[in-house]
Structures are given as C-alpha cells and as structure tokens.
C-alpha cells in the first residue's frame, strides 16, 4: 500500500471516529442519567439490553441521544428480566425527568396497566407516541394534551375503556391518531375535527357510537380515515368526499345512511390512484350510483366496496367495484325485491327497481273476488288449526316413546342427531345469498390456492377442509372446501350464510364471500387471521433466542377470555331469537395480528331451543330434530352449552392444558373432576396446583387467574339452569379482581351490595343454590336412578374421595360448588 492510500484510509477512519463521536455523546445529565436507571428498574429490564457500567447514549439498546441528552426510547425490543416478569406494569415514573424525550416507542413491549396521567405534562418535548400492542388498559387520559408537540400517537391494539378525550382537539400538531382495536366507546368528540394538520385518523375495531362530526370534512390533510366495525351512525360527512389527498376511505360495519349522491354532488375532480381504497360496505347507504359527480368520485379509488348496501338503479361496470348484496336492477347477488322496497318505503321513497321473474306482482281485487277472498281465508285458518294440532300430537306421542323407551340416537359432539322413524322435516333454512359476501367463481379460488394443493391446507375440519389462499388482489384468505359427499350436515354451509346475512359483530370471523356453483362442493372465503386459533397460538414457536415454545402472557389470555365471551354475548343477548353456537373449543376462537378474538366455526350455530321461534310448527320440529341432550347435562340448542363449553376453554388458558375444550372422554372428564376440586372461592394459593407452569404471574395476576378459574368452574355447574348467563360472564371477566375481592369482602357487604339481577350475583348464584340440591339427591336418589353414569360412552368421571355413596353420610364442605363428576352429570339428565 503507497503513503498516499495510507493516509487517505487513516483520514477517512478518522472522519467516522469523529462524526461517530458527534452523534453517540456520553449522557451528560446526571438527573436524566438517574431517571434511565429508575425506569432500568421499574420496567425490569435486562442488563444485557441496558448494562449498568455502560453510557447510555453509546451502549445502551434503544437509547437515542442527542447534545448529551435522552431524546428518544425504543422498548420494542426489550425483555424483562425474570423478576421483572413477575409483575410487569406500566411503570415510566422515570421519564419524567427526561425533558427532551421526543420519541417514546413500546411496540409489543408489555406495559400492562392505563397510561399514567403524568405521561402528557411530564414530556413537553415528546412527538411520538407509540404504545402500540403493548396490553394498555383503562381510560386515556386528557392530560395526554399537555404533551403539546405530539405528532404521532398510535395506541391501537390495546384494551383502552372509555371515550375519546375531546382535549385530544387541542393538540395542533398532531398528524397521525391510531387507537384501533380497542374497546373505546361513545361518540367522536367534535373537537377532533380541530386537528387541521391531521393525515392518518384510524378509529377502526372498537365500540364507538353516534354521529360523526360534519367538520370531518374539512380536515384538508386527511389521507386515510378508517372506521370500520363501529357502531356510528347517521349520514357521512359530504365534504369527506371532496378531500383532494384521501386515499383510504373505510366506514364498512358501521350504521351509517344516506344518498350518496346528494353528498357528492359538489365533489371536486381529484388525481385517480390504483392504490386508493373506498369501503362502505354494510350499512344503509342507498340512492343511484351513476349519478352526476360519483362516478368522479368512484374514479379516484383502485378498490371500491359497496357490497351490503341499498344501492338502486343501474349497477356500475368496472372490475373494481363489488356491488354484492344491494338492489341493483340487472345484476346478481342483490337483495330481494320486498327487502329493497320495504327500506326505501320506511325513507319515504319508491323504490325504482325491477321485479326479478318469479316475484308475485300484487294484484288488484275487485268486489266478485271479495267473498271468494273470504272463503281461501277461512279455509286456510281452519287447516292450518288442524295442522297445528295432529302435529303437536304426533310430537308428544314421539317424545313420550323416547322418554321412556331410549329408542333415539344420543348426540355426543354437539351436531344435530334425528330420531324416530319416518321423513325428516323439511329443510328449514332459507338464505338469500345475494345479501351475504361477495360470489367468487371457482377458477378465482382454484389459483388462489393453487388447486388446493396439500403445501395450502391448514387443517382438516369436522365441516370442511380449510385451506390457505391468495386472491389476486394479494389479500390472503382462508378457503373452506366443503365436500357434501363426505360432511355429515349436508346445509352446515346455508346455516354459516344464514348468520352472516343476519348478523353483524367485530368479534366474528370476518367473512368474505362464496362460491356455490358445484353440485357437490360449496365454497366459504373467510379473512386470513395471522394468529391461527386458540389451539395452535396458546404454545408457539417463536423467532427469538429462546429454545422450544413460547407460551402466551396472562393479560393475553385474559384478553382472549374476554373477547370470547364478547362474540357469544353477542349470538345470545343481541340477536333475537338469541343464537346458539354448538361448537365452542380452542380451534373455534381465531386470533388476529393483535390476538383479538374472531369467532369461527359457526356452521353448527342454531337459535335457541323454543325461544322466539315464528310460530308453534316450528319449534315442534326444531325439538323433535335437535333437542337431544349432550354430555355437558343440556340440550346443544340452549345457551347454557355454549355457557359449559366456554368453561372448558377458560380452564384451558388458566392450566395450559391443550385439548380439553374439544374433548369428553373419560380421561377427560376425570381431569375436569381433579381440577375443579382445587377451585375454591375462599383459597386462592389451591388455585396454584393447576396454574399452566409456564406462565409467571404476581400477587395480582394471581388473583385474576384464581377469578377465572372461578368462573370456569361456574360455567360448568352440571345444573344448566344454575348457569350463569354469557352477559355475567362477560361482565365478571371484564372486572376479575371484583369477583374474588368482593366475594371474600364479607356476607355482610354482599347483602348490602349485590342484588338478585346483578352480575356479581348472578355468577355467585349458581354456587351457593347447586351444593344443597346436589347433596339432596345424595340423601335420597329418584328411583330408578344410578348413581353411576350409565348408557354414555367415556362419561365416567373419578369423582373425589372415593365412593360416592358415601358422601350423603359426610357434612357438605365449606367449598359450596359441587365438582361435576358422574353423579351430577346423571342426575342432569
């Protein structure tokens, strides 16, 4: 090497060293210095990622200096130590010493607890706010505002409570606001359209509710507005269609109204993007979609979603626009004639559509038909009255043979088992298609998976096998191939788009369309959820330096619980006549990005046995089809399945015992037999005999999995009627430490605070009423009654203290639940 590369080389080594030392200063704050190492402490971080000899600024991962000062934290790929895993919280005391912190980022770091009050007034200098998966709960906080610079915050998948502070309005520079998946409720607060400078608003995946705010419209900034699978509704703002930079526009899932045209007629002409998204799906916009001004709108947008609408008049031609499930004249998949003028008869309008061939066009009567008219009526009333009758009839002699004789199939799984001899009933289950997704052809799905090959299937299924795809579009989906040659419930399919066309809900599988062509295979396109389901994400393999399976936190679990128990209050208390899904275990709970629950599975969902159902034949039929009890003591139709096999997944996330959910054999129910003996309300530390080993929880979080075990066990009170209901379900496991606290409070407090229609006592209710009728049945068994589970295969439980008879010799323990061993299962029936 010459003199001269030499000294070229040394020159340019000693420009890095400089410029090196120029952005990697020492910390030169003692107080900022003492502030990282209280946070060091309070978040439990490991010594590998902040050593303790080690400058901050140079050596410590995440640290940003800049001047010798703290500027920005990056915790997103941080871990706690051991201790600090035993009691993780969101404990940032020490930031507020940091007083140029601009950058505070968390991504997927846990801070489990609500954002402190102090974090806004604390950090004036701070402009990123980014917490974003990091198991936040409670409300946000107003003073967040004081952090006055802040141009970014992103809380989205949480568990944030609350409304939307309308001080959030008063922070100028704000230019990107992402709360979504969270459970954030109430209206958007008008001073959020004080936000001029705002480009990214996402408010999507949460409870939100009312009319959106018309200065919407005005916030010029606005590229992508997302809010989707709220409850808002009332009209767009007009001008919203009139933003020049918008690029994402998705209100879908919401109960929005109006004539679109009429809010776009003063649309300005904007620059069309591929890229732009428009999505107004599922809610109750109408009017004609070729109307002067829309199609410029329309014209903007790559992808546009009009699908689940009442849009009339000519349909759109463009390969971009789905138009399914509106009343479009000339176009297929669209909602009926009566449905479509029913809906513009309640706006006041007419509705201007076309008949399809085999509607019945009203006639007009004249007066000779009068008396004729008359006697079709009576004659009808007067059959169907004898109908009615020689039914119910029939129906109460076939009951009565099975009661007594057992003829019939029993049904263990949960699936609808017929009985009795002669024709099955006739198929009950009546879809109009046009209203539910979009209809794919079969070549779309046969390339999106390439030709269901094996490398594409997830899993084989009890209602069809599912399989992995790509539209052509890049969004991934999943494909149920469902082979009616080889399925036991030939319309499992029709009953799935029977509830998707009636129902409505964020915690459902999102559902995207079908393909229904095929004789012999049908078709369900659902949404790709990253997180597989339960089963499979409960222990799974991660990317990190630690060996074997990574298991799910506790505030996960919880949060699994709970939106579980979120989707089934739902099908039971918001849908009428409530819905009984039949098929809850693990594999049933699918899990997002963010590991928020998407109820799947619902091919086997039913309304509930004798509730609501339109008139008497009806239910004869429904009960003489599916009312056979299962191995949980209920009837698969009724609620309170749904309630029992909700208690097996509890107990499955507070044990970290796979497969319990979907299993009722005998070692099954024997396991079930020894867990819920060491589930006790007055004795928390028994709780630890069968907490999962590989979760770390603290004093407090220890009382949150005794609380569910707690609820588990209610949930499987072998009396279905000593149940608790799905909306005190969900209501104890949205507030666990009350159920524990409370109830341990003292008998005094609980007579002076919980009533026979509150939550509390209605979960606690079903203790305290089962132990003396359970005992009573020990005293004196009904005759001809075993007190050993007879007729059931794989239903013989352990029981606990050997044999049972002696029991009714024993007095009844201070623990109040009995385990629901054989006996109680015998008695049930």
Request: contains cysteine; glycine residues 10%; neutral net charge.
């Amino acid at each position: 090497m010459s003199v001269r590369s030499l000294l070229l080389f040394l020159f340019f080594f000693f420009f890095l060293f400089v410029s090196r030392g120029l952005s990697q200063q020492r910390l030169s704050s003692s107080s900022e210095l003492l502030a990282l190492y209280r946070l060091r402490g309070s978040l439990g971080l490991r010594s590998r990622d902040w050593p303790r000899k080690s400058d901050p600024c140079s050596a410590w991962r995440g640290v940003t200096c800049l001047g010798g000062r703290v500027a920005s934290l990056d915790l997103s790929r941080l871990r706690r130590t051991r201790l600090g895993k035993l009691d993780p919280r969101f404990a940032v005391d020490g930031l507020a010493n940091l007083t140029r912190l601009s950058s505070f980022v968390s991504s997927g770091f846990p801070l489990p607890g609500p954002v402190p009050p102090s974090l806004g007034p604390a950090l004036p200098a701070l402009s990123r706010l980014v917490l974003n998966g990091s198991s936040v709960s409670g409300p946000l906080p107003p003073s967040l505002a004081a952090a006055a610079n802040l141009t970014l915050i992103n809380l989205s998948g949480n568990s944030l409570t609350g409304s939307l502070p309308p001080r959030l309005g008063r922070l100028a520079s704000l230019s990107v606001l992402d709360v979504s998946s969270n459970s954030l409720s109430g209206p958007v607060p008008a001073e959020v359209t004080g936000l001029g400078r705002l480009t990214v608003l996402n408010l999507s995946l949460n409870l939100l509710s009312g009319a959106l705010p018309e200065g919407l419209g005005r916030l010029a900034d606005l590229t992508v507005i997302d809010l989707a699978n709220n409850s808002f509704s009332g009209v767009l703002p007009s001008r919203v269609w009139s933003l020049p930079s918008l690029r994402v526009l998705d209100v879908s899932f919401n109960n929005l109204t109006g004539n679109i045209p009429s809010l776009v007629s003063n649309s300005a002409a904007n620059v069309s993007s591929k890229d732009a998204v428009l999505n107004v799906a599922h809610n109750q916009f109408y009017g004609p979609v070729t109307a002067s001004g829309l199609g410029t709108v329309f014209a903007r947008f790559g992808s546009v979603n009009l699908s689940g609408n009442y849009f009339e008049g000519d349909a759109p031609i463009a390969a971009n626009v789905l138009i399914g499930g509106n009343c479009f004249r000339n176009a297929s998949n669209q909602r009926s004639f009566e449905d479509c003028s029913a809906f513009y008869a309640s706006k006041g309008l007419n509705f201007d559509g076309v008949l399809p061939p085999n509607a019945t066009h009203p006639s007009s009567s004249g007066g000779g038909h009068h008396r004729r008219r008359l006697a079709f009526i009576l004659v009808g009333t007067i059959g169907g009255l004898v109908f009615i009758l020689v039914v119910a009839l029939i129906l109460a002699f076939l009951s009565r043979r099975r009661g007594t004789g057992g003829g019939g199939q029993r049904d263990v799984g949960g699936s609808t088992a017929q009985s009795g001899s002669g024709p099955p009933p006739p198929n009950s289950v009546v879809v109009n298609i046009s209203v539910v997704g979009e209809a794919f052809k079969i070549e779309q799905l046969l390339r999106a998976t390439e030709e269901f090959s094996e490398s594409n299937l997830i899993k084989h299924g009890h209602s069809g096998d599912l399989f992995r795809g790509v539209l052509e579009g890049g969004a991934v989906v999943v494909i149920k191939r469902i082979d009616l040659r080889v399925v036991s419930k030939k319309d499992g399919h029709l009953a799935e788009l029977e509830l998707y066309g009636k129902a409505s809900h964020a915690r459902l599988a999102p559902f995207l369309g079908h393909c229904l062509d095929a004789e012999n295979e049908k078709f369900l396109v659902y949404k790709y959820m990253p997180n597989g389901d339960l089963s499979n994400a409960l222990f799974r393999k991660t990317s990190e330096e630690d060996e074997g399976l990574q298991s799910l936190d506790w505030i996960t679990r919880l949060k699994i619980a709970t939106g579980a128990a979120e989707a089934l209050c739902y099908l039971h208390h918001e849908c009428n006549p409530p819905l009984v899904h039949r098929d809850i275990q693990a594999s049933s709970i699918l899990l997002d990005d963010k590991f928020e629950v998407r109820l799947g599975s619902l091919s086997e969902a039913c309304a509930q046995e004798g509730e609501n159902h339109p008139n008497v034949i009806t239910r004869f039929l429904r009960l003489s089809q599916t009312s056979e009890p299962s191995i949980s003591g209920a009837s698969t139709t009724s609620c309170s399945y749904d309630v029992y096999c909700l208690g097996k997944v509890l107990l499955e996330l507070v044990t970290g015992k796979l497969g319990i959910s979907a299993s009722n054999d005998t070692s099954t129910n024997e396991w079930l037999d020894q867990v819920l003996s060491c589930i006790n309300i007055y004795d928390k530390d028994l709780v630890t005999k069968i907490l999962d080993p590989s979760l770390i929880v603290d004093e407090d979080l220890l009382e949150e999995v005794w609380a569910m075990a707690i609820i588990a066990k209610s949930c499987l009170n072998p009396r279905q009627a000593k149940r608790p209901l799905m909306r005190h379900i969900l209501k104890a496991l949205e507030n666990p430490l009350k159920v524990v606290r409370e109830e341990n409070s003292g008998s005094a407090r609980l007579r002076t605070t919980s009533s026979r229609g509150s939550w509390n006592a209605a979960l606690f209710g079903s203790w305290r009423h089962s132990s003396s009728d359970i005992v009573s049945v020990y005293a004196h068994p009904r005759e001809g009654s075993s007190l050993k589970q007879s007729g059931t295969a794989g239903s013989q439980g352990s029981g606990q203290g050997g044999d049972v008879s002696s029991n009714s010799h024993k007095r009844p323990s201070k623990e109040v639940f009995p385990e629901p061993s054989s006996v109680s299962r015998d008695v049930e029936e």
